[in-house]
């Protein structure tokens, strides 16, 4: 699970949500469309909206923007136009990638994911060639001093959550999917909640070196970058040496 955990922490160090914090509201636009799409718009009833609403509030999203969003995807055309695609393959040193995407056009895609995999010494592979490595999990991230993470993670784990990881500066929480809510609302009062969400944890990691990790890396913001992916999931993990070089 640490693999997870690091690669979101290089993420947020490097201040990447900030930089490109309007492609992540088209993005979270989209995820909360589709949801109303599947669901309908009543986030009581619909499980996948009250996800997708509580990121978008997490991530600072503006209310008339999640508002704005839930009312087009009732009456517009843009959702149904949407499709879910998933993509697998490895990318550089055999490092597992799974690639979630909404799109209106599947063969624009698919071309510009392979693209990305071929430029980085990978290459995209059959459906199930590594989704097997992955299994679905809640997973909360807390911010932390450290002085209180003994106390946020008993609260979590007598809220049903299976682990709790501690890292420098923050926790993060893993439980079973239809645990997410029950555990995030247990530990959310007076705590710095930075994100609860349905995430791919790989079951193993593969730890790479510096220069190993640079190139991995390197094709993981790539396929993020790109309009159409919503995210992105690796088996990828990193040595705290490597970790500190790469915050840089």
């Given at each position: ?77 843009e959702a149904s136009d949407l499709a879910e695609v998933t993509l697998e393959g490895y990318g ?13 056009n599947r063969n624009r895609t698919i071309q510009d994911v392979r693209r990305l995999f071929t ?130």
């Amino acid at each position: 699970m640490s693999g997870h955990s690091k690669w979101s922490q290089i993420k947020r160090q490097k201040g990447v949500a900030d930089a490109r914090r309007g492609q992540l509201f088209t993005k979270l636009t989209r995820e909360i469309m589709v949801a109303v799409r599947q669901g309908g718009p009543n986030s009581e009833s619909n499980f996948q909206l009250r996800l997708a609403v509580q990121k978008a509030r997490d991530n600072n999203m503006p209310l008339e923007n999640i508002d704005r969003a839930i009312k087009h995807a009732g009456g517009g055309v843009e959702a149904s136009d949407l499709a879910e695609v998933t993509l697998e393959g490895y990318g550089p040193n055999s490092v597992a990638v799974l690639v979630a995407a909404l799109t209106n056009n599947r063969n624009r895609t698919i071309q510009d994911v392979r693209r990305l995999f071929t430029r980085h010494g990978g290459n995209l592979g059959e459906s199930g060639c590594v989704s097997w490595l992955f299994e679905s999990k809640g997973v909360i991230t807390v911010e932390s001093d450290g002085s209180d993470a003994e106390e946020i993670a008993l609260q979590a784990i007598d809220a049903g959550a299976e682990d709790v990881l501690t890292e420098r500066g923050y926790i993060e929480i893993y439980t079973q999917p239809q645990d997410l809510e029950k555990v995030r609302k247990a530990i959310e009062e007076g705590k710095h909640i930075i994100s609860a969400e349905l995430s791919l944890i790989p079951k193993t990691t593969m730890l790479l070196d510096e220069k190993e990790a640079a190139q991995a890396l390197s094709l993981l913001d790539h396929l993020e970058e790109l309009d159409d992916v919503q995210h992105v999931f690796s088996n990828v993990d990193f040595s705290d040496a490597t970790l500190e070089k790469l915050r840089g």
